[in-house]
């Protein structure tokens, strides 16, 4: 297990609230469809195909297995005895229902690119030693998929896993199947540009004289499925990501179920979590369903220091129904849950520290302990969300710095712009045009600072009161 070093824990205190959605998953549906979801180190390609029935031909291929080992890896034959040396070298190789199976070690894709794009349907399990007998996917055998700041790299998301594009000999999208995430730390730190290269404030804009790449705008893992895809996420850390939308983001379409399950997101910009519907009819038999449980979403920043978008733990689209379950959503720049319109049901879930909101639905923002009162979307049946003073065990050192930031509000910049008295604006006052103003320098010298993954980790380890994620068994 992970320790912080000398330096030692610095403690936030954070008060969380909680609220809960959903009309149409019982308590006990949803406890067989995670439980339904439990994969164990022996998972293999043999696994039951999600969706048969709507399963096309492409995407029904058997599939086989795959190994990845950094240390002992070499080639692209990616069996167990010679296993490919990066994911990124056999992506052209794989076929659908394949299986991944990827050693502790830190990942930077093929040619060191930083991103990974993979357009068929897999199962990728990180976390084992290099037997391939054991795992500790947040200890002692981290699977890291990073990157580097260098000026031409890739800036699409680190892991991409779209599989809605493709088509069958007849020319018809490919369909069914099922996608697992299991087991992976995303850390963005590396791929960022940092302001004078501090690891304090983020810059989104490359730098060519001095080699480096603007901040990725993009996720830590995005999927995009198929129709009748199924998708699972869990035991993944996704860090230091920053993204417009989300930092773990699941698009699925028609009669599809999406696990989000025991992740850990920390320290990302725009959605910590971002559950999407590709589906915009009213069947509610092709209405895609979410469960989205026993995760934990903190310090999740607006998308730069003066927007007004970004900064929740977990975005719902419109078109899909979720039941959000034993969660913590923390410190959110703006708020908690952003519902933009779905049926919901939530229960048991933690909130604290969000600037703006616990809960929202989209224009109305509620405090968690009027969300009953007040929302549109969410069950009536929803119960045990609540406040409560919690500790996070952050590293210190990270957390004096957010401690010390100061945060922007576009009201404070426009204030600060004037306009000039220059001969233009002269004219275009004379003709009753509205005048040009000068520029600001204003930005912040803190946001979104690198936490690295040992200073990260124990405050995704264990559970408040069995809300959050824990470190996988």
Known sequence: ???????????????????????????????????????????????????????????????????????????????????????????????????????????????????DEINVPVKIYGGYNESFTKRDPWGATKTVFTGTNEYMKLTTPRLYIRTDQQRESNGQLSTGSEIIVDGIVFDNGPRNRYHKEKGLAIRRQASPNSGHNPSPESGGVVIVASKYTNVTVKNCVVMNTAPTEGALSVRIFHAATGIIQNNFCINNT??????????????????????????????????????????????????????????????????????????????????????????????????????????????????????????????ERWAEIYASRVEITREEVDASVHASNSGANQVRSMLGLNLQAGGTSMDAEIFLPIITIDEALPAGKLPWEGKGCQQPS
């Open 270 to 395: 725009g959605y910590g979590i971002h559950i999407r519907s590709g589906y915009t009819g009213s069947d509610p038999k092709l209405v895609p369903n979410f469960i989205v449980s026993n995760n934990t979403s903190l310090f999740n920043w607006k998308h730069d220091a003066i927007a007004s978008y970004g900064g929740n733990a977990l975005a719902v689209d419109k078109y899909l129904t979720a039941t959000i379950q034993n969660n913590v959503f923390g410190f959110g720049h703006l708020g908690g849950v952003y519902n933009k319109g779905s049926k919901i049901i939530m229960n048991n879930n933690l909130f604290t520290g969000n600037s703006k909101y616990d809960y929202k639905e989209i224009n109305d923002m509620m405090k968690v302990e009027y969300i009953l009162d007040e929302s549109t979307y969410l069950d009536q049946n929803s119960e045990g969300n609540k406040a409560m003073l919690i500790q996070i065990p952050v590293a």
């Open 1 to 115: 297990m992970n320790t912080i070093k000398k330096t030692g824990f610095g403690i936030l205190l954070l008060l969380l609230m909680g609220n809960i959605s959903f009309g149409q998953l019982t308590l006990k549906k949803l406890k067989d469809a995670v439980n339904g979801t439990e994969t164990s180190s022996s998972s293999s390609s043999s696994s039951s195909v999600a969706n048969s029935g709507n399963t096309s031909t492409n995407f029904a291929n058997k599939g086989r297995e795959w190994y990845v080992s950094k240390t002992n890896g070499s080639g692209q034959l990616g069996t167990k005895e010679k296993p490919a040396r990066d994911l990124g070298n056999i992506i052209h190789h794989l076929k659908a229902n394949d299986v991944i199976y990827i050693a502790g070690g830190t990942y930077l894709s093929k040619g060191g690119r930083g991103s």
